[in-house]
């Protein structure tokens, strides 16, 4: 459901230095942008994220994302933000994307949609799939480079069932072509079951999803969770037939009773897939799931489940850290499940408060597995 060409909304490496070069850490800064905003219009808040990173390939780029967020109706205060994003985004290997995103929440949360589309190229290492009983090195032995360009676009709308439950569809369409950067990357593709050239996928995603948190930003209680299955058939004019199952849960409970300055974040990922599946429909660890510190496209197979505990303590009004650890691993089928080797992961991020009346945070990233590191940039809370 999320996207190589959509994925660097939430994941992309980062290099900066934190204070000196972000001025948003300003409790004066902010409280000026805040009133500045209020005078044009009181329920609209912006920011804007841009800054140096470096892209699937560790090689330097730049990002600039963005943001506009507000309530559909001032009188609902049940409601989440609804927000509206565009990313441009390109590495110094080519790679490059440009993509929007609008998130609507309405009628006192019973009602929400999303509405995305992005067009790009992406450089890619692809190791393979299924080498996953061992832990791959990034050594150039082992990978060849591929790029995958292409246009996504999808819609998806949820009305709330009980409670805390959404039920929704979703409907993905999207043309892509995948390709080597020579000769021997082709037929490494080819052998992996991945034929050259340009597809199309038109899947129907129903799906459902749980949700009783007290901040979709920064959440302090309650439970996040989806259930969902990708259908893609000719049917629906797709040129592959597969499926997909995938279901996540977040949990946040605060460890202070008096306080919410201590919170324990945990989330689970499993996913299978099975028929024709195309590249971007396969297990990727890193990609999708949540996992940091590897590079995407090195673990890949049909299947995957992952664990992972965040500890998140705030500092002060404006910035909070967090450390976490995971591990989780990808493989064919659950009969051998226990012949692929443990993905451990961890690593520390800090959050940055940039609009404190919506208690939306930056996020800072850096990420310890094994063979492999990343660091990382993206809004809202790691899960």
Known sequence: MRQVILSVFLVSSFIIHVRGQIPIISHDSIVFVENTLKKVAGNVNFTILPGPVSGTSNKVGFMVLPMIVYNLDKKDTLSPPSSSAILFYFDFYGSWVAAVKQSFYWNQNKWRAFISAGIGDMQLKFFGVGRDSVIISNDESNYVWTHQSGFVASVNCF???????????????????????????????????????????????????????????????????????????????????????????????????????????????????????????????????????????????????????????????????????????????????????????????????????RNIRLRLDAALARGDWGFYVGIGQGF
């Not at 971007?280 to 664990?307: I, W």
């Open 159 to 357: 009305r709330k069932i009980y409670k805390g439950l959404y039920g929704g569809l979703e409907y993905r369409y999207n043309i892509s072509t995948l390709e080597g950067k020579d000769s021997l990357s082709n037929e490494s593709l080819v052998q992996a079951g991945f034929p050259v050239g340009q597809i199309s996928e038109s899947a129907l995603i129903p799906a459902f999803i749980w949700d009783n948190r007290d901040n979709i930003y920064w959440s302090t209680s309650g439970y996040y969770g989806s259930l969902s299955f990708q259908f893609a058939n000719g049917i629906f004019l797709s040129s592959k037939d597969y499926g997909v199952v995938s279901g996540w849960i977040n949990g946040y409970h605060s460890l202070l009773r008096d306080r919410k300055s201590l919170i324990l974040a945990w989330h689970l990922f499993v996913q299978s897939g099975y028929g024709d599946l195309p590249f971007a429909r396969y297990a990727n660890f890193g990609q999708g799931d949540e996992v940091t510190g590897y590079t995407r496209c090195k673990y890949m197979n049909d299947a995957e489940a992952t664990v992972q505990a965040e500890l998140r303590y705030e500092l002060w009004k404006f910035i909070s850290c967090g450390g976490y650890l995971g591990t989780g691993k990808v493989f064919s089928s659950y009969a051998v499940f226990g012949q692929s080797a443990w993905l451990h992961f961890g690593g520390v991020r800090l959050y940055l408060n940039i609009i404190p009346s």
